[in-house]
């Protein structure tokens, strides 16, 4: 289901992690090229190195797509393995195994195979959008954060045009009983309340029950000004933890959960959200 006005977010991670993979030669074909300064004439056609992505068989990629999408996990990993056996230098190989083992949520399994990828070809962002996601379901939120910090920089240094054209990132995937939460981030505040984060909730089959917020109402904030006249001054504003849902007759419902003087971290926002969501208070959506 789609909320009217929202931007269609993927469904699950496999998915998600899976566009990273493919999308990796178009994005690593913006980063500039760096001469060595030993050469005196440009490499031909035939001086360049066979590029390893290119060596992987196609029909098997295809097959270890199609059993990850059908959740079929120990095929899909078998087979990955074995197109990581055969192009053991290809950075896309080392992400398919990744991303297999990080939709099994065996995230620190999934770790190595993102480093050495990241080895292979460290100017691709979709390599850090892994790791960031691998961390963060690891519970490191060192990493986690430079990882953040790094794809920032990438989303706004003006050399990776497609990348920057992207508005949000996915920063984990949160098991909640029989449901599963997406943190998602927003480079800039998004849409008419100025999203920051947004939280999807899917129920045990996948479907969108409904979303939370962290947002920043301009309504909000004269009152704040009021109250707060130095914060705000400063440069603060009122938050508030909204949650958004759709009847079945197609209306968008919206509830107000709280209210955050100043921007809350990111874990007091999951934090909350989780409790939440434990508690079945949740915004849920009535099937059409």
Same mark, same amino acid.
């Given at each position: ?12 991670? +496999? +998915? ?53 999408? +059908?959740? #079929?996990?120990? +095929? ?10 055969? #192009? ?5 190989? #080392? ?32 390599? #850090? ?160």
């Amino acid at each position: 289901m789609l909320l009217p006005g929202s931007r269609r977010l993927i469904v699950n991670s +496999a +998915a998600l992690a899976l566009a990273a993979v493919l999308l990796a030669p178009e994005l690593q074909a913006q980063v500039p090229t760096v001469p060595t300064q030993t050469a005196k004439q440009p490499a031909t056609a035939a001086q360049q190195p066979p590029n390893p992505d290119a060596q992987i068989d196609p029909q098997a990629e295809a097959k270890v797509i199609a059993s990850l999408q +059908a959740r #079929n996990f120990d +095929a899909a990993l078998t087979g990955a393995k074995a197109i990581l056996a055969a #192009n053991p230098d290809s950075p896309k190989a #080392n992400k398919l195994v990744g991303v297999v083992l990080l939709d099994q949520q065996k995230s620190a399994d999934a770790l190595p195979y993102f480093q050495k990828a990241l080895q292979l070809s460290p100017g691709d962002p979709t390599i #850090n959008a892994l790791l960031l996601q691998a961390y963060a379901e690891s519970g490191d939120k060192v990493h986690r954060d430079q990882q953040r910090a790094i794809l920032r920089g990438y989303h706004s240094d003006g050399q990776h045009p497609v990348f920057a054209q992207i508005p949000s990132f996915l920063i984990e995937t949160i098991p909640v009983g029989d449901k599963t939460i997406q943190a998602t981030e927003f480079y800039e505040p998004s849409g008419q309340f100025h999203f920051y984060y947004r939280f999807n909730v899917f129920d045990a089959n996948g479907h969108l029950r409904g979303f939370f917020a962290l947002e920043s109402d301009d309504a909000d904030q004269p009152l704040f000004a009021k109250q707060h006249p130095k914060q705000a001054a400063a440069g603060e504003r009122r938050f508030s933890l909204d949650g958004y849902s759709q009847s079945a007759d197609g209306h968008v419902m919206q509830a107000l959960y709280t209210f955050f003087d100043g921007q809350p971290s990111y874990d007091d926002v999951r934090s909350l959200v989780v409790k939440l969501v434990q508690e079945g208070k949740e915004p849920v959506s009535a099937a059409k």
